[in-house]
C-alpha cells in the first residue's frame, strides 16, 4: 500500500522529471492554460448580453448595431479557446519525446547494473515487463491532465462566483456530484491495476503462446506436430480469464456510476425548475436565465472534466510508481564504480597476464536447492588452455561464465595474480576477457556491427577479427560486404547457423590482448572443415593466453594442454588427453563412445 510520503515522493518525481525533459515547454503549456480558464465567465456575461440585446431590438431596423458585437465576442472566445489547444500540441508533443528517451535510458541502465542471473528470474522479467509498459505518454499524459485541471479549476471558480449570485445551490451541486464521480472512478480505476498487476505472469505467458503460434523458427515444429489447436485454445483460456476479471469490476463500477449520473439528472433538473420560478417572479430577465442555465450546464461539465482530469493523474501515477519507478529504485546486487580510481587499473592489458586462482567456489541459482558448482579449486596457469567437459547440465557453462564475472560466486573467491575478483573491479576484469557462448547473439544490424561490438574502442581491428574468426568468406558473399544488414528483422540478409557463428567468433577476436578467452561450444553450427579452421585459429590466437574450451566434441579437445571434467558441479578428473584415457573414468568412457563412430 502506498503512503501518504511515498505518494509525495512520487508525484514530486513526476513533476521534476516533466521539468528537465523541457522546461520551456512545461511553462508555456501553463501560460497557454490560464488563459482560456476565464473564458466561461466571459461567456456568461456575453451570453446574457447578447440574448437582452436581442430581446430588447426585436422589430428594430438597426438591430445588428447592438447585436454583432456581442456575436463578434462570442466568436473571439471561441478563437482564443481553441487558439490556445493549438499552441499547446506541439510543445506536448516534443516533451513526449524527451520522456521517452529519459524512461528508455533508465531502464537500459538498470537492466545494465543487474545481476546477469538475476535478469533471468521470472520476478524480475515480470517487474521489468511492467516497467516498459510504462510510456512517455504517461508523464506527457500528467502534464496535460494537470494544466487541463488547472484550467478547469479557474473556469470552477470563475464561473461558480457569478452562479453564487443567483443561488448558492447553482455552484455546490455540482461540485458535490463532481467529486463523487471522482471518487468512484478513482476507486475502480485502482481495482483495475491491482488486477492487472496480479495477472502480470498470465500476461507474460499468453503473449509467449502468440509468440510461438507467430515466430517463424517455432512454425516447423507447430506445424509438423499438428499442435496449433492446442496453443490457440490455451491462449484464449488465458484471455478469457483477464477479460472475466476485468468485466467484474466494470460491472461494479457501472451499477455505481448509473445511480451516481441519475442523481445529477434529478439535481441538474431541480435547477433549472428554481431558476425557472424566479423568471415568473421577475427576479431574473429571460437573458440571464438562459445564460444562467447555460452556465449551470457548463459548470456540471466542468466540474465532471476536472474530476475526470483527477482521475486520470491518479490513474497515470499507479503505474508510474508501482511499475516504473519502483523498478529504477531497484538496488541492483552489483555496484559497478563510476571512476578507476582504485583497482579498476589492476587489470592492464600490458600487463603480465598471471595465474587464475578458483579458491572453493560453489554456486547456486535461483530458486535451486541444487548447488551447480561445489567447493571447486582449480589454478589456470598462465597461457594455458585448458578444456572442460561433462555431461549436459554438469556445471561447465556455469563455471566459464564465473571465470568471466558474468556470475557472482555464492562461496569462495577468484584471483588474478595477486588480486582478488571483487564486486570493485569485477566490469575492469570483463574488459580484459573475450568469449564465444553457444548461446551467441544475432545483431539484425549491419555485419560490421555484429564485428565492432567486440571492441568499440578498437573498430580498426574488424577485418583481421573477420579474417581470424572466419566471418571474412562470409563478408564476401554479401551484396553490400560489411554494411549489409542482417536478419530479417529490418528486411536483411540472413544467415544460416554456421555462418551467424562464424560472425560471433570473429566479434570474440577484436579484443587483442585479453588475460582470459573462453569457447564455449564454439563449433556447434560449422561443418568438419571449418571446424578445424576455428581451433587452428583459436590455437594461434590463444598463444601466451590463458584459455578455456568447452565442447562435447572430444576429438578437439586433445590439442588442449589440460582437461577438465566437471560432473554434478565438481572436477572429477583433472589431466591431459594420454593420461585421462589411462585412467579409464568418465572422459575415457566418453571419448570411446564417440569414437566408436569414426572406425
Known amino acids: 500500500m502506498q503512503t501518504l510520503k511515498e505518494s509525495f515522493v512520487a508525484y514530486a518525481r513526476t513533476l521534476v522529471v516533466i521539468w528537465q525533459s523541457g522546461w520551456f515547454a512545461v511553462l508555456g503549456m501553463f501560460l497557454l492554460t490560464l488563459l482560456p480558464g476565464i473564458v466561461p465567465a ?25 447585436v454583432l458585437p456581442w456575436l463578434i465576442g462570442l466568436l473571439g472566445l471561441r478563437i482564443l479557446s481553441t487558439g490556445a489547444d493549438l499552441l499547446r500540441e506541439p510543445l506536448y508533443t516534443h516533451l513526449g519525446e524527451n520522456i521517452e528517451i529519459w524512461i528508455n535510458d533508465g531502464i537500459a541502465r538498470k537492466v545494465d547494473t543487474t545481476e546477469l542471473i538475476e535478469i533471468q528470474t521470472a520476478e524480475f522479467q515480470d517487474s521489468l515487463e511492467r516497467a516498459r509498459a510504462v510510456s512517455g505518454l504517461a508523464l506527457q499524459n500528467i502534464l496535460w491532465y494537470f494544466v487541463d485541471s488547472l484550467q478547469q479549476l479557474i473556469s470552477v471558480v470563475t464561473l461558480g462566483i457569478v452562479l453564487w449570485r443567483y443561488h448558492p445551490l447553482l455552484a455546490l451541486l455540482p461540485a458535490l456530484t463532481g467529486i463523487a464521480s471522482w471518487w468512484s472512478d478513482t476507486r475502480f480505476s485502482a481495482d483495475l491495476y491491482d488486477f492487472d498487476v496480479e495477472q502480470t505472469a498470465q500476461r507474460r505467458e499468453r503473449d509467449a503462446l502468440e509468440g510461438t503460434l507467430t515466430d517463424r523458427g517455432t512454425g516447423k515444429e507447430v506445424r509438423l506436430y499438428q499442435t496449433q489447436n492446442a496453443w490457440i485454445e490455451r491462449w484464449h483460456r488465458l484471455g478469457q480469464s483477464l477479460i472475466d476479471g476485468q468485466m467484474g469490476i466494470r460491472r461494479r463500477k457501472f451499477s455505481v456510476c448509473l ?13 433549472l425548475i428554481l431558476l425557472l420560478l424566479e423568471v415568473f417572479q421577475g427576479d431574473l430577465t429571460v437573458g440571464t436565465y438562459i445564460a444562467a442555465a447555460a452556465a449551470l450546464v457548463q459548470l456540471d461539465g466542468i466540474w465532471d472534466a476536472a474530476a475526470f482530469q483527477f482521475q486520470m493523474i491518479v490513474e497515470q501515477m499507479r503505474p508510474l510508481f508501482g511499475d516504473l519507478y519502483r523498478f529504477l529504485n531497484r538496488q541492483p546486487d552489483t555496484q559497478f564504480p563510476d571512476t578507476a580510481d582504485t583497482e579498476l587499473n589492476e587489470f592492464d592489458g600490458n600487463r603480465t597476464v598471471q595465474d587464475i586462482a578458483v579458491e572453493d567456489i560453489s554456486y547456486f541459482y535461483p530458486n535451486s536447492q541444487e548447488p551447480a558448482l561445489t567447493d571447486i579449486t582449480l589454478t589456470f596457469k598462465k597461457g594455458e588452455r585448458v578444456a572442460i567437459v561433462g555431461p549436459n547440465g554438469a556445471g561447465k557453462t556455469t563455471l566459464a561464465r564465473v571465470l568471466l564475472g558474468l556470475y557472482r560466486p555464492h562461496a569462495g573467491i577468484i584471483r588474478v595474480g595477486e588480486i582478488p575478483l571483487t564486486e570493485e573491479n569485477r566490469r575492469a576484469w570483463l574488459t580484459q576477457c573475450s568469449a564465444v557462448f553457444q548461446d551467441f547473439t544475432q545483431y539484425h544490424l549491419t555485419a560490421r556491427e555484429n564485428i565492432i561490438f567486440g571492441d568499440l574502442q578498437h573498430p580498426e581491428r574488424m577485418e583481421a577479427a573477420s579474417i581470424a574468426g572466419g566471418a571474412a568468406s562470409v563478408v ?5 560486404g560489411y554494411e549489409t544488414v542482417l536478419g530479417p528483422t529490418f528486411g536483411g540478409r540472413d544467415l544460416s547457423g554456421g555462418e551467424w557463428q562464424r560472425l560471433a567468433t570473429a566479434r570474440s577476436f577484436m579484443r587483442e590482448t585479453p588475460w582470459l578467452v573462453v569457447l564455449d561450444e564454439p563449433t556447434a553450427a560449422l561443418d568438419p572443415l571449418a571446424e578445424q579452421a576455428v581451433y587452428e585459429r583459436f590455437i594461434e590466437r590463444s598463444a601466451g593466453r590463458t584459455s578455456v574450451l568447452i565442447s562435447h566434441r572430444l576429438s578437439s579437445v586433445r590439442t588442449c594442454d589440460r582437461i577438465l571434467v566437471i560432473d554434478n558441479g565438481t572436477v572429477v578428473e583433472d589431466g591431459d588427453h594420454e593420461t585421462l584415457l589411462a585412467k579409464d573414468g568418465l572422459y575415457a568412457q566418453f571419448f570411446k563412445a564417440q569414437a566408436q563412430w569414426y572406425v
Do not use: K
Open 259 to 271: 445511480a451516481l449520473d441519475t442523481t445529477r439528472g434529478l439535481l441538474y433538473a431541480g435547477s
Open 42 to 66: 466571459c461567456q456568461f456575461f456575453v451570453t446574457e448580453r447578447l440574448v437582452n440585446a436581442i430581446t430588447d431590438a426585436v422589430g428594430d431596423a438597426n438591430w445588428w448595431q447592438t
Open 476 to 480: 564476401d558473399g554479401l551484396t553490400d
